[in-house]
């Protein structure tokens, strides 16, 4: 009786070990196309942030609450900066936006929005919720600032190009995270159960350790009695973890070509940084602050205002340090070919009270000489 007992005590380890979950059953997932696409948005957010939404009658600069809103705090939970962040962050992964107006002047970004077309009629907007709090009216176009920004949703377009970025990338990665990798083997030595339940329970015991060993940077198995454990070591291979940054690197300046970004500023290539900001500016920047302003001024300049002179301006970062361009400054004024306060303007300064300001001045060396008409001696 003493010897069943002890095979039966060995079994019941067995059949406890195999239920235990020691060798957990996890796996990373590396979201390489959410990362791509996060690094070219908050580049861009980070970049329009930076710039002051003006309202302007002829040359004046209007401050009024308009001015305050889009400038220092929209709504009462967000900073301008926030809101602006949070605005070309929908608008570029969303490819729309929808901003409304409460009853007490704030401006609200909507989570999410049921938009109906129409062919003749304004578009309405219904089941606007913003937070957890749905509006029960109907918006119409001429009511809200809505966005678009391509006629397709960019994550669509990428997601073809991910699919074979993905596969790769998950290829290395599988690789990299098994090369240097301890591993083992286990032999039983047991009397187990061998009817088909006994049978079942250890070989997903044995699953469970070669899953380990699959996904774990260290896989470590319990050893106990009847159990033998042996490590088994592989020789390394000569590939380098760049080869991951390689395929990583290759899917993101996919990404910021798809949104207009230079590869030169992604990579922090420092040769010719100069144009290369110059394009992202032209041909990133530009194009969005152009539908911001053309939907702001829409919706806050009606007809007979605009075409009396209102606009709506927007002052954005500038690229070139004023002490950079001195010279061009100073040639374009000598020359009469700007006025001053049209050289503050490009400069992003504000128009100053001085009538000097408004005309035009050419130095000597720019007119024309009444004696080299003459000819001759003089």
């Avoid at 908050?42 to 942030?49: E, G, K, V």
């Avoid at 002051?52 to 609450?65: A, P, S, T, V, Y």
């Avoid at 973890?241 to 230079?262: C, Q, S």
């Amino acid at each position: 009786m003493g010897f069943l007992d002890y095979f039966k005590s060995r079994n019941q380890e067995l059949e406890l070990l195999f239920d235990l979950d020691i060798i957990e059953d996890t796996s990373e997932k590396i979201q390489m196309k959410k990362l791509a696409i996060q690094v070219c948005v908050d580049m861009i957010a980070r970049t329009i942030i930076q710039s002051e939404f003006r309202l302007k009658n002829g040359k004046d600069i209007i401050r009024d609450e308009i001015y305050y809103r889009l400038n220092v705090r929209p709504n009462q939970n967000m900073s301008a900066s926030t809101f602006w962040h949070t605005v070309i962050d929908k608008l570029i992964k969303e490819n729309e936006v929808l901003i409304i107006q409460a009853d007490n002047q704030d401006l609200l970004i909507a989570d999410s929005f049921s938009r109906i077309e129409y062919a003749v009629y304004e578009d309405s907007f219904k089941d606007v919720t913003v937070k957890n709090y749905t509006f029960n009216r109907t918006y119409k176009t001429s009511d809200v600032i809505y966005l678009q920004y391509n006629n397709e949703k960019l994550t669509t377009l990428l997601n073809g190009l991910y699919e074979d970025y993905g596969e790769l990338f998950g290829r290395i990665l599988n690789f990299q995270k098994r090369k240097n990798q301890i591993r083992g083997i286990v032999d039983i030595d047991a009397i187990y159960d061998k009817s088909d339940k006994g049978q079942e329970r250890i070989q997903n015991y044995i699953n469970k350790i070669y899953k380990a060993f699959s996904e774990k940077d260290v896989a470590i198995v319990p050893q106990q009695k009847g159990f033998k454990l042996e490590e088994m070591k592989q020789a390394s291979t000569l590939q380098s973890v760049d080869e991951v940054n390689k395929v990583t690197d290759g899917f993101l300046y996919h990404v910021a070509r798809a949104v207009g970004i230079p590869i030169a500023l992604i990579k922090g290539d420092i040769v010719d940084t100069e144009k290369a900001t110059r394009n992202y500016m032209n041909f990133c920047i530009d194009p969005i602050l152009k539908k911001i302003k053309d939907e702001l001024t829409a919706k806050l300049i009606d007809k007979a205002d605009y075409l009396k002179g209102k606009r709506m301006d927007i002052k954005r970062i500038s690229y070139s340090n004023i002490f950079d361009v001195a010279t061009s400054v100073d040639k374009l004024r000598a020359s009469g070919t700007v006025t001053g306060n049209e050289l503050r303007e490009e400069l992003g300064l504000e128009r100053a009270d001085d009538p000097l300001l408004d005309k035009f001045f050419m130095t000597k060396n720019y007119q024309e000489s009444s004696d080299a008409l003459k000819g001759g001696d003089n």
